[in-house]
């Protein structure tokens, strides 16, 4: 009988692995990070090497899926007596969370300072503080902070190349969501200009997280009163063309409209020739195209460089985190080629695809002497 049970069930097993769900079955246990047949896809622990973090771990695909339902679950949870009344809108709370534990581990994280811990509600984000934090398997946290660390030190370089004396960048955040980017990199460039966009409920929202921000850090409360925030889908392309003029020109003449403008600060037509005099403005998207239709994704790259140029910009960099549209897998050509349709040159040596969604990493840039 033992037999016959035994028979039965090695049947059942190779009967299962004979169906169509085992291409399914197989891929769930696949380990994520890992492309042996793809060579334009670098292993996650070299992707995270050459930024300067630990790497994620080398784990089933099911595993990073169930602690990302987990994590979605939580958040109602999380945030059920918080007054700032936030919602998880393409997932930036989430990855606020995701900040939080990545900045507060004792090691092999991303540390941003606490920042994005201290825009988590008072009792509840006790379940990711120090050394708790330091407890959760380096997962989609670990993921987060590989991009996290990309973006801000491209975003430092770029500043550095660009930054004068008598000219400063502005540096204009698209589909920020609930980062702190401007606070973390303040002092790197202090004369740099800082500017956002997103969806009107998330600036709303997060006007409310950063004063919460401004409460508990009161340093940076002048920072977080300089920030400029715009809204606009970004999906409709003529909302996005005003919502970036808009936002390029209220973020370059505020800082320069007292120095440059000799009639002072009141006098629009000074402040609208202070806001094009020259101006690098830097460009940051992190996990913002992959929400975007492919055809709204390109017109958005496109409408950056127009703008910008419009508004007297002598030079654009594009610093990205994120899935660029028509672009082949992970191949640089193709990447290229996607940028200089918006007429962005994309710098090689930058490039650095990693797995997840917003694989595509690099910097790609515009110069009005190139035209």
């Avoid at 016959?4 to 696949?30: E, I, N, Y």
């Avoid at 401007?182 to 009107?200: K, M």
């Avoid at 409460?215 to 409360?221: C, I, T, W």
């Avoid at 800082?255 to 020739?273: F, K, M, N, Y």
Wanted: aromatic share 6%; net charge positive; with cysteine.
């Amino acid at each position: 009988m033992l037999r016959l049970l035994v028979l039965m069930a090695l049947g059942a097993v190779r009967a299962m692995m004979m169906t169509s769900t085992m291409p399914r079955f197989q891929r769930a246990w696949k380990s994520r990070g890992v492309y042996k047949d793809r060579r334009d896809m670098p292993p996650l622990k070299d992707s995270a090497e050459a930024i300067g973090v630990d790497p994620p771990l080398t784990a089933p695909r099911w595993v990073w899926s169930s602690a990302w339902r987990v994590g979605q679950w939580a958040m109602p949870i999380l945030h059920r007596w918080d007054d700032a009344n936030v919602s998880d809108t393409n997932v930036n709370l989430w990855v606020c969370w995701l900040k939080a534990i990545a900045g507060n581990r004792n090691r092999g994280g991303y540390a941003d300072g606490g920042l994005a811990y201290e825009m988590l509600p008072a009792v509840t984000r006790r379940v990711v503080a120090k050394p708790l934090a330091s407890l959760y398997p380096r997962l989609h946290h670990q993921n987060v902070a590989m991009r996290t660390a990309y973006l801000d030190r491209a975003v430092v370089r770029e500043l550095a190349l660009v930054s004068t004396p008598s000219s400063s960048p502005v540096v204009l955040v698209l589909g920020a969501g609930f980062d702190t980017r401007p606070f973390r990199l303040r002092s790197t460039a202090p004369t740099a200009a800082w500017a956002e966009i997103d969806l009107p409920h998330v600036v709303q929202q997060k006007r409310r997280l950063l004063a919460r921000l401004a409460r508990r850090r009161p340093e940076l409360a002048a920072p977080i009163e300089a920030l400029t925030q715009r809204s606009a889908n970004l999906t409709v392309a003529s909302e996005a063309r005003t919502a970036l003029s808009s936002a390029l020109r209220a973020a370059a003449a505020a800082p320069l409209a007292s120095t440059v403008c000799s009639r002072g600060a009141d006098d629009d037509a000074c402040v609208a020739e202070a806001a094009a005099q020259g101006r690098s403005v830097i460009y940051v998207i992190e996990a913002l195209l992959i929400y975007l239709p492919k055809a709204a994704a390109a017109e958005l790259l496109r409408a950056c460089v127009d703008v910008a140029q419009d508004a007297g910009a002598a030079r654009v960099s594009l610093v990205f985190a994120d899935r660029l549209p028509d672009v082949e897998a992970c191949v640089m050509d193709s990447a290229r080629k996607a940028l200089r349709d918006a007429r962005l040159e994309l710098d090689e040596a930058t490039w650095l695809p990693k797995p997840g969604l917003a694989r595509h990493m690099g910097v790609a840039r515009w110069n009005r002497t190139a035209g």
